[in-house]
């Protein structure tokens, strides 16, 4: 669903080439200023980067273009939810569907009463527990905050979604929520791009592994040859020559 060719971006990331299948998991490790995140952004065209290419179903995006990787089919939800991932003054309805609005109108008019069912449904689908879709999300604790995000990208029916520390921040009960999300969305058949500090995670959830070290991926280990603490370790430590 998603393939990555040689994206370089000078001083930052080298010849990054990855895929991502339908119905996959795709977990990213790498010590902290491997570049993970970096690469994330550029795939989704929120940063520009210097060669390479994106395509989804074979089709390439066009490089620093978010709006357009949408249109495709590429959800994102960033590391920093409260300062990239969430309006804050803005209630749980309306951040959740503001990705959808474009469907959720015609000539320019949101259709009011489709935009509260959308959101209504989402809120009692991935247990986000508010008083009403109408409470401001900055209110929230960490957990339904992080979950509203997911929410937002979920309502565009994502072919591929990338979540990038989704579970940073927040208590254990709701990291069994993310991961019954995330272990949903494969099963759906989404593509799901795991990016995570959390060793565990990355080794529970995903079907290959790729590591990183200072920009680089290092390799990529797989369910079928075994992902273990050692090896993850022993690349994401290595620095390629």
């Known amino acids: 669903m998603l393939e990555v060719k040689n994206l370089s971006r000078k001083g930052v990331f080298e010849d990054i080439s990855f895929t991502v299948r339908k119905g996959e998991v795709v977990g990213f490790f790498g010590l902290v200023g491997a ?24 089709k390439k995006l066009r490089g620093g273009d978010p709006a357009g990787a949408i249109r495709s089919g590429i959800g994102f939800c960033t590391e920093d939810r409260k300062k990239e991932g969430l309006a804050l ?3 749980i309805l309306l951040n959740m569907t503001l990705v959808r609005l474009p469907l959720l109108a015609k000539l320019g ?6 935009q509260r069912k959308a959101a209504d449904q989402y ?39 990338i979540l990038d520390e989704p579970t940073r921040g927040i208590d254990i009960g709701a ?18 791009i795991l990016v995570s500090s959390e060793m565990e995670e990355v080794i529970n959830l995903s079907d290959r592994v790729m590591v990183m070290c200072e920009g680089q991926i290092n390799g990529c280990l797989s369910k079928e040859d075994g992902i273990t603490q050692e090896k993850i370790m022993a690349l994401a430590s290595e620095v390629q020559k």
């Open 109 to 114: 008019v949101i259709n009011r009463p489709a």
């Open 123 to 161: 809120m009692k689908s991935i247990s986000i527990k508010a008083p009403s879709v109408n409470q401001l999300v900055g209110n929230l604790s960490g957990g339904n905050q992080q979950k509203v995000v997911v929410a937002k990208w979920l309502m565009m029916d994502p072919k591929v979604l």
């Open 175 to 192: 990291k069994w929520e993310i991961y019954n999300i995330i272990i949903d969305l494969a099963k759906q058949g989404v593509g799901v």
């Open 35 to 58: 570049g993970r995140s970096e690469i994330m952004r550029a795939v989704f065209g929120v940063d520009k980067y210097d060669s390479g290419e994106v395509l989804v179903d074979g």
């Open 89 to 91: 003054r803005l209630s």
